[in-house]
């Protein structure tokens, strides 16, 4: 079985469209625009075989239709959203099997930053680490905003993700680390690790380098919403909001409200 690469192609601002290959066929997930994927598919000499899509919204799905113009390429996307150049509907427990590159994925369903959001995950094969390609549901060291969805549904999303494989390598779809590392920093400005991630990711960002992906290992130690049942965590809140934090819930919805206003 070949080795396969994980690219993140950047597009717009701040997104990555991950493109995955074998060195001859390559999936891309959530193209939000097409030029950025035709210069790279080109300059490596890659045919594109497949695109995944997480969820709706149009720097993810806006380069599909030009991507496809010329090609009859399949198209997999969430069952519940609609999106009109999905040829195969999924939904959470399907598995998708692509041939060329070879890639076994199984379906999770993570609603919240929209309400028929997925991921696609990746076991872990011959040795290799496992992926997941998680769009904006979870970010390094933040999680996406709440547009359709619940504190409900993301926090259980969150927590389906975080219960994969600590060496599961995160795709995410934006390179917001350095914002989130300084509101990780306000919730929890005594973790050691997460001081020294942000010295890390900002000497990669400062090289232009991604900060990503990470690791749900790492995640699980460094990325606030992921540690919302930590009684210092909801101390801070508490102390922050001048709010009451009971549960692990009401922790997961303030610090989220927080982080839409913090600058």
Not at 105 to 134: D, K, N, S, W
Not at 193 to 205: G, I, N, P, T, V
Request: glycine residues 8%; contains cysteine; aromatic residues 8%.
């Amino acid at each position: 079985m070949k080795t396969l690469e994980y690219v993140p192609v950047p597009a717009f601002a701040d997104n990555y469209i991950w493109l995955v290959s074998d060195g001859r066929d390559a999936v891309a997930v959530d193209p939000g625009e097409a030029a950025p994927v035709q210069a790279y598919l080109q300059r490596r000499g890659w045919r594109l075989s497949a695109i995944l899509l997480t969820h709706h919204h149009q720097d993810h799905v806006g380069g599909v239709a030009e991507l496809c113009a010329n090609a009859a390429i399949p198209v997999y996307g969430p069952a519940a959203e609609h999106i009109a150049e999905v040829t195969h509907p999924l939904k959470g427990g399907d598995r998708v099997r692509i041939a060329a590159p070879h890639m076994a994925l199984t379906v999770l369903e993570v609603p919240g930053h929209t309400r028929g959001h997925i991921a696609y995950f990746q076991p872990g094969e011959g040795g290799a680490a496992p992926h997941v390609f998680c769009g904006d549901t979870l970010f390094a060291s933040g999680c996406g905003r709440l547009f359709e969805g619940t504190p409900e549904q993301m926090l259980a999303s969150l927590d389906v993700l975080a219960a994969l494989p600590g060496e599961t390598q995160v795709h995410c779809a934006h390179e917001y680390t350095l914002s989130n590392i300084r509101f990780a920093l306000a919730v929890e400005p005594a973790n050691a690790q997460l001081k020294a991630w942000h010295d890390e990711a900002s000497a990669r960002r400062a090289r232009n380098e991604p900060t990503l992906p990470t690791t749900i290992g790492h995640e699980r130690a460094v990325n606030p919403f992921l540690r919302v049942e930590r009684e210092d965590i909801r101390q801070t809140l508490a102390d922050a909001l001048h709010e009451t934090v009971p549960d692990r819930l009401t922790s997961f919805a303030l610090m989220r409200e927080w982080k839409n206003r913090f600058s």
